[in-house]
């Protein structure tokens, strides 16, 4: 089952001789429950690709399309609905907010959607991300990978469609970033979340279904490593 849909999607920055070409009739469409892995060089536009996904920036030309709803065809309103609850985004520098306590950050998609918080859910999070105990803790009180795990905790939070990570270990030694995988493997599997990883990291993209690889804006290379 068909769960994203791009199509033709282009992003032009600048005018005139200073116009760079960030995406180029870009084209591809993701499967429910996948993971797919977007590797690139830096300046290749796979981060602009993720952000135009997550709502986050704005297509020059094409169509993104999110368990069918045309996603730029949306008001502002209807846009800022779009990304607290349909896509979860991971960023490499976790992006928490330093007064915020880890539950304070992790619920705050919900709070800022005028929800009340699914404690059940939050306790699981909670569990298997390794953080009880750590509730109250403010960020700056965390180490670098128990601060990537409440910035997945709180992309998780609303149950969203589809997981967006960049780069979410470039900031992080080898053995977090694996756990850090880990746990991103496994809320694929148990809550078959589509999971859209961008990533440098090779030991990350030969983990995933799919790698799809950009350079200059274009897809190069689209592989299915595993059914």
Do not use: C, W
């Not at 030991?203 to 059914?227: K, N, P, Y």
């Amino acid at each position: 089952m068909e769960i994203l849909r791009v199509e033709n999607l282009t992003k032009t920055y600048g005018t005139g001789t200073n116009q760079v070409r960030a995406l180029d009739g870009v084209s591809f469409s993701v499967e429910k429950g996948q993971f797919l892995a977007i590797i690139g060089p830096s300046g290749s536009g796979k981060s602009t690709l993720l952000h135009i996904l997550g709502g986050v920036d704005t297509p020059t030309s094409g169509k993104v399309f999110m368990d069918g709803q045309d996603v730029y065809a949306k008001n502002e309103e209807q846009l800022a609905i779009f990304r607290r609850r349909e896509v979860g985004l991971i960023y490499q520098f976790y992006n928490l907010i330093p007064v915020l306590d880890v539950r304070e950050n992790i619920t705050l998609p919900v709070l800022m959607d005028g929800r009340k918080v699914n404690e059940q859910r939050l306790k699981e999070l909670l569990d298997t991300l390794g953080l009880v105990g750590r509730e109250k803790h403010l960020p700056n009180q965390l180490s670098g990978g128990q601060q990537q795990r409440v910035s997945i905790g709180r992309a998780l939070m609303n149950a969203p469609a589809v997981v967006l990570a960049d780069e979410p270990t470039g900031n992080l030694d080898s053995k977090a970033s694996q756990e850090i995988v880990d746990l991103l493997k496994y809320s694929n599997r148990r809550y078959r979340q589509t999971l859209i990883v961008i990533t440098h990291d090779e030991s990350i993209a030969l983990q995933a279904d799919r790698v799809i690889a950009i350079e200059d804006g274009r897809i190069i290379r689209d592989e299915v490593t595993r059914r």
